[in-house]
């Protein structure tokens, strides 16, 4: 039985990305390194460059038994986890990026902030479409106050459960 190629985030050293790209794509390992044109100037001029839009990250469609090999490449730390797993990246979400730089190349990622105080709603789990109210937010977790069924819940939830409002 043949095994299936999932879409996984690998993490690399820093300014890497590109490098990493060309050397997957050596090896012949499907790899995709989402690129942002950006007018960068100089002491004389301005010009347009390709940045890679997630710093960091290339993206790469394997199966398990070929992570060895994507490990080897010079410039990969490794692969990003989640829940103590690699990372699968759907399909559809490779395919949006792609779309999305098709039809807007010069694009800005900031990440998402979240505040103590502000009111946001659960996006998965069992409390999906509650609101609450943030309470401390770190790294990976932000707590929040569930009002529900007349009860103060205090939930630490994976940020990615949350939806600011």
Request: aromatic share 12%.
């Amino acid at each position: 039985m043949a095994e299936e190629n999932n879409w996984y985030a690998i993490y690399t050293k820093p300014r890497a990305e590109k490098k990493v790209f060309e050397l997957l794509h050596d090896r012949g390992i499907h790899a995709y390194c989402p690129l942002n044109k950006v007018r960068k100037k100089w002491s004389d001029r301005y010009k347009v460059v390709e940045e890679p839009l997630f710093t960091s990250y290339v993206f790469v469609k394997i199966a398990v038994k070929d992570f060895s090999l994507v490990k080897q490449i010079s410039g990969v730390l490794n692969f990003v986890y989640w829940c103590g797993e690699p990372a699968i990246i759907k399909e559809e979400e490779v395919e949006r990026v792609k779309s999305f730089l098709a039809e807007y190349p010069s694009v800005e990622v900031l990440p998402l902030e979240i505040h103590k105080g502000e009111i946001v709603e659960v996006a998965k789990g069992v409390f999906m479409g509650e609101e609450g109210k943030v309470i401390d937010v770190d790294k990976k977790y932000i707590t929040i106050l569930l009002n529900t069924l007349g009860y103060a819940v205090r939930a630490k939830l994976p940020a990615v459960y949350i939806k600011t409002k």
